[in-house]
């Protein structure tokens, strides 16, 4: 058999594994609840893998060891300020977020979670706060899961056209991310949050032990660790900088990434699917001992690629504009067809397992926080639960025809609806979890000048990124807006309370 064919067999494994996941999951999901949150019940394991996997999509396996590759550790300081983001984020929001979705009425969405904590402002001005942020999760969740199948489709493209027996590379792209975006659909339809949750857990772990084993080997192969700094530095002297290679704007842009974190729905609805606040401790330690390794086994990758590549002049790699395929190159080289097509399946993994967390989330916007407010009456859990797989179907199929272009603008909104979910959504959720004079009012108003903040500062093209304005703007807009709207509500200030004391049990010190 050819090496492509191996490939394409671990590939297909791949494929059934994650279907068989999603059916599995089928048989847990009663109503809305279960499909959407999994009935709050992830262990701390389950939480952080699902959430590592779910964040960080192909950008781990093919982006950040492109960067590295080409621009040496200073490219690094995004994987840094994503890695403090992510520890804030498991320490200072998972345990309240938690226990205050529960204590405010059971909210099982980030909307529903704003209405009910701050409905004390009116109900009327509280349906308003859900509808604009159940808005805004659609419409970007709908291009970032586009940018996804757009991923899936270049992969096997590149990966696979020759088997695909395509008539040109237009048409390979379209099988290929078709065949991506419908087995993702397939087991994310029937699954829900569960079946999207536990084969997160999966590709997590894959990606985790491909991002292991590639460095490794090439370590061996190049005759140890010493052998391979000392081929770095005779290549690119400042490879191992965290300052040369760049300006002090362009670092601080790159970690201000980790801001982000506190306003993506699909990474903190984790947080609120956990058995109980007291789990947020060990999901923290799991999950940023996944990110850790994750990140350090993409740096060493690019720090063997240089090294590999200019003590064997006659390997090539495939993308040498961008180095994006230097993790890819280095698995064709180092292992047998089918080991390297399991890493492929790594960086696949990557990418749907980011699909399916988006989809889930896109669907309880689209059925939990806009239909509901048009339906305005409570639904049969069978109901609920069709009515989501309808969501995940529609979001499906509105991505796919976006992806039908495979030069489309939309990848380029990835880090742009990054940044206005940060900026949209990240103050909102610190300040409704630590301030208690938070209002509709302001949550609003925060919400929207954050958002047109990216936007508006998205079209200067400075070097600044669009996030670091735009938190600071919805920050201040939202504490100035409720210092003059905010009215004393005993109900909510006493779940505010219980929130507290829940999320501050002596259990999850430590």
């Known amino acids: 058999m050819s090496a492509q064919t191996y490939q394409l067999i671990a590939i297909l494994v791949y494929f059934g594994a994650m279907v068989f996941i999603g059916f599995w999951a089928n048989r847990k999901n009663n109503d809305l609840d279960d499909y959407l949150l999994g009935g ?19 950008w781990l396996l093919m982006g950040l060891p492109g960067a590295l590759y080409m621009g040496g550790l200073f490219e690094a300081w995004i994987a840094v300020g994503l890695t403090i983001g992510a520890w804030l984020n498991w320490k200072f929001v998972a345990p309240r977020l938690r226990a205050y979705t529960e204590v405010a009425h059971n909210s099982i969405t980030v909307p529903s979670f704003f209405d009910n904590r701050l ?32 991923a899936g489709g270049t992969f096997f493209q590149a990966s696979f056209a020759d088997l695909f027996k395509a008539s040109s590379p237009e048409a390979a792209y379209l099988q290929g991310m078709l065949l991506v975006g419908g087995i993702t659909v397939l087991y994310t339809l029937f699954g829900g949050f569960l079946g999207a949750t536990f084969t997160d857990v999966a590709q997590g772990l894959l990606m985790l032990a491909a991002l292991i084993l590639v460095p490794i080997v090439g370590i061996i192969q190049l005759g140890g660790p010493a052998h391979v700094y000392q081929e770095v530095i005779a ?31 699909h990474i903190i609805v984790r947080f609120m699917a956990l058995r109980s606040a007291a ?13 850790l390794l994750t990140v350090l086994g993409a740096t060493s990758t690019a720090l063997v690629g240089i090294a590999y590549f200019a003590t064997h002049p006659q390997a090539k790699l495939t993308d040498a504009k961008s180095a994006e395929s230097v993790f890819l190159d280095l698995s064709q080289i180092f292992f047998h067809p089918l080991i390297a097509g399991f890493v492929l399946a790594a960086v696949l993994a990557a990418i749907m397992s980011t699909i399916s967390s988006q989809l889930v989330v896109s669907s309880s916007a689209l059925v939990e926080d806009l239909a509901s407010m048009v339906f305005n009456r409570p639904l049969s859990p069978r109901a609920s639960l069709w009515l989501g797989r309808a969501g995940v179907l529609c979001v499906a199929l509105i991505a796919m025809l976006l992806a039908l272009n495979p030069n489309s603008s939309i990848l380029k909104l990835v880090a742009f609806a990054w940044a206005g979910f940060g900026a949209a959504f990240g103050p909102v959720v610190i300040l409704s979890l630590y ?8 949550a609003l108003a925060g919400i929207v000048t954050g958002s047109v903040t990216v936007f508006a500062w998205k079209g200067l093209g400075t070097d600044v990124y669009e996030i670091i ?22 109900e909510t200030d006493a779940e505010f309370n219980e929130a507290v004391r829940l999320a501050e049990a002596p259990a999850l010190r430590g």
């Open 40 to 58: 709050r019940g992830l262990t701390p394991g389950v939480a952080a893998l699902s959430a590592g996997a779910s964040d960080m999509s192909g």
């Open 235 to 265: 290549v690119k002297p400042h490879a191992f900088s965290l300052v040369a290679g760049g300006t002090l704007i362009g670092g601080i842009s790159a970690a201000a990434w980790g801001l982000g974190y506190f306003g993506q729905p």
């Open 435 to 442: 301030w208690r004079r938070l209002s509709a009012w302001g």
């Open 469 to 490: 304005p735009g938190f600071i703007v919805c920050g201040l807009v939202a504490v100035v807006v409720s210092l003059f709207t905010f009215r004393p509500h005993a």
């Open 279 to 291: 789990d947020a401790a060990a999901g923290r330690r799991i999950g940023i001992g996944w990110m």
């Open 119 to 150: 409905r004390g402002s009116g109900p009327q001005i509280s349906r308003v706060l859900r509808i604009v942020a159940g808005l805004v999760i659609l419409v970007f969740f709908t291009f970032y899961v586009s940018s996804g199948m757009v």
